[in-house]
């Protein structure tokens, strides 16, 4: 198993762990060992099993109006809202960026 | 010398699904609703809450899938597609990734040539898949408050086709497209209107055969036909004159498109995960195959949707060809555009004139008027109106030139019948013998020199007679009767 860096990597932003760091590289080698474990049992002919509900028949609703026009208690959970439109900011806001992570995490294991 | 370029066109399209609720909701579907007033506390995303699938938007993708000579999955599986975004309050869409509910089809369609205009050309694209996913809300931008407005109402049930990228221009895809519209509609299962229920987003490149795929142009959001085709051919355009070093002139680009090099195409964000609240969507080949004491209303039967399938555009074709002798070409316009085909059919019940004579009033006449002003067909000449026209013209009342105009006219007059107009404007053929052979004798008189070139052989100067009579009847005069008494 071997690692390269990535400048960004969606892994490293989800995650909010720092792989540059050693201390995050260090975790990162655990959380990969922790799960090789899955390795030991042998799957050969088996399906993966994606859900629980293996065995449940998928209910098919009919084509038939029964809800919605709740319009009003759906606005009253809503910070701010215009004219029956929930109001949101311009733009995705974006990730705090490496510097601002660290301090956030500063009592963190990571 | 440098090859020929070839461009590359694929197509993404999400159809709406043409249902009374939602794909995983009982919230009505509605068009121009106030905001959030067909939403659920599911489609509002709130914690708890649970995805219903609804059978019609299951039935109506089988009957897509089918109708696009597609392989149904009887097992198929539901996706969690995260991307973080103010319409999706989820944080996830809802989709069909690993496993679709139908895959492998073939969409052919056909379209006009460049060189001849009249030549028909029968081009096929392979369907990927075609999966059942959710819509996301409606964004507006509010950009002088930097804020924007969210309406969840429209997170409807949607069928995305994906289409392998074999076309190669513009032309091509709006062929596709407007084919696949027509069949949607056909099907009920979409009602094909581009400016929401089809969307349309186009992946444009253009590359010497050979060589590897260079820039890549992605346009999304395309609300016609005819600019889906104008966009991919600028793009294409485009692209080829950046390829070749040639600068790329100031051009306003009237359509929202980015370029994207090749390798980020797969977007940064977005991953998939099976939707744990979802078994998998089971169907049944036919009734033999259902499991013992099953709920018929829990069961989708793909025999019963195949055995339901109405006539699709490409079986309509053939039929008027089959029964009314026409060309493909022809029958071709009919089907492409709305109401021609029924007018055409109306039309032929009312008159006893052959078929073949009276497609090209309907394919060039009525089409080319309808065309210029941007109109349908249920306006100015109906098909009895026009059935008498081709009987005035027939019987011999009015010459074929006269036609037309009286044609014209009844545009214009919007409602006057054709013998009213061939009388108004004295439009009607002269068969009275003794009048024409009055005139006739008057021309020939006036011009002995021409009469002496006819009888020493030279028939063409009997044309020249012939005009000179019909200038005399203000253009009214039978022409044979004419030639006949002349000679």
């Known amino acids: 198993m071997f690692f390269f860096f990535y400048t960004d990597c969606p892994l490293e932003r989800l995650a909010l762990v720092d792989f540059r760091t050693k201390q995050g590289l260090e975790c990162l080698e655990k959380a990969i060992r922790f799960a090789d474990q899955l390795h030991v049992v042998d799957t050969t002919g088996i399906e993966p099993m994606d ?60 | 010398a440098s090859q020929q370029l070839v461009g590359v066109v694929g197509l993404e399209v999400h159809a709406q699904i043409n249902s009374n609720t939602k794909l995983f909701s009982g919230s009505p579907v509605r068009f121009s609703a106030p905001p959030n007033s067909l939403v659920s506390f599911f489609d509002a995303s709130l914690p708890g809450t649970l995805p219903m699938l609804n059978r019609r938007c299951v039935e109506a993708a089988v009957m897509t899938g089918l109708a696009l000579n597609c392989t149904i999955n009887k097992k198929s ?277 052959e078929p073949r004579k009276v497609i090209g009033w309907v394919t060039n006449e009525l089409l080319g008027h309808l065309k210029q002003r941007d109109m349908s067909v249920s306006q100015p000449i109906s098909p009895a109106h026009l059935a008498e026209l081709l009987k005035l013209q027939e019987t011999g009342r009015i010459s074929s030139s006269a036609a037309k105009q009286v044609f014209q006219e009844m545009w214009r007059s919007g409602g006057k019948t054709a013998w009213q107009i061939v009388q108004e404007q004295e439009l009607g053929l002269v068969h009275d013998s003794a009048q024409l052979h009055s005139i006739c004798q008057k021309v020939v008189d006036s011009h002995p020199d021409e009469v002496h070139a006819v009888r020493n052989g030279n028939k063409k100067v009997l044309n020249k007679l012939i005009g000179l009579v019909q200038k005399e009847t203000k253009g009214r005069a039978d022409p044979v009767l004419v030639k006949e008494i002349l000679q």
Not at chain 2, 270 to 294: C, H, K
């Open chain 1, 51 to 110: 859900s629980v509900l293996e065995d449940r028949a998928l209910y098919l609703r009919e084509d038939t109006a029964v809800d919605g026009g709740c319009a009003e208690e759906l606005l009253k959970l809503s910070r701010k809202t215009v004219e029956e439109y929930f109001v949101v900011p311009p733009g995705n806001i974006p990730l705090p960026k490496k510097e601002e992570r660290s301090s956030m995490l500063k009592h963190s294991e990571l």
């Open chain 2, 77 to 353: 599986y539901f996706d969690r597609k995260h991307y973080f975004y103010a319409d999706l309050p989820a944080g996830y869409q809802i989709t069909q990734q690993r496993k679709p509910i139908a895959v492998d089809g073939v969409l052919t369609y056909s379209y006009f040539g460049e060189k001849k205009r009249s030549q028909m050309i029968r081009k096929s694209v392979q369907i990927k898949q075609i999966q059942l996913e959710q819509d996301s809300g409606k964004s507006l931008h509010d950009d002088d408050r930097s804020q924007t407005l969210i309406d969840l109402n429209r997170a409807v049930g949607l069928m995305e086709l994906v289409m392998e990228p074999e076309m190669k221009s513009g032309e091509e895809a709006a062929a596709a497209i407007r084919e696949l519209q027509l069949i949607l509609q056909a099907l009920g299962t979409c009602q094909g209107n581009m400016s929401g229920q089809l969307r349309v987003d186009a992946n444009v490149s253009v590359h010497r055969p050979g060589e590897p795929l260079g820039i890549r142009t992605e346009v999304k959001n395309i609300n016609s036909i005819r600019y889906l085709a104008r966009a991919i051919y600028e793009i294409q355009r485009q692209i080829d004159a950046v390829q070749s070093g040639r600068a790329v002139q100031n051009e306003t680009r009237a359509y929202d498109s980015k370029s994207v090099p090749m390798r980020e195409k797969e977007g940064l964000q977005d991953y998939f995960m099976p939707e744990p609240n979802l078994p998998a969507l089971i169907v049944y080949e036919d009734n033999a195959s259902l499991p013992t004491g099953i709920d018929p209303s829990q069961a989708v039967v793909v025999q019963k949707i195949k055995d339901r399938l109405p006539e699709l555009p490409g079986v309509k074709r053939d039929r008027l060809v089959q029964t009314y002798g026409i060309l493909p070409e022809h029958s071709f316009t009919l089907v492409n555009e709305d109401g021609l085909m029924e007018y055409f059919e109306t039309l032929m019940k009312t008159t006893q004139r």
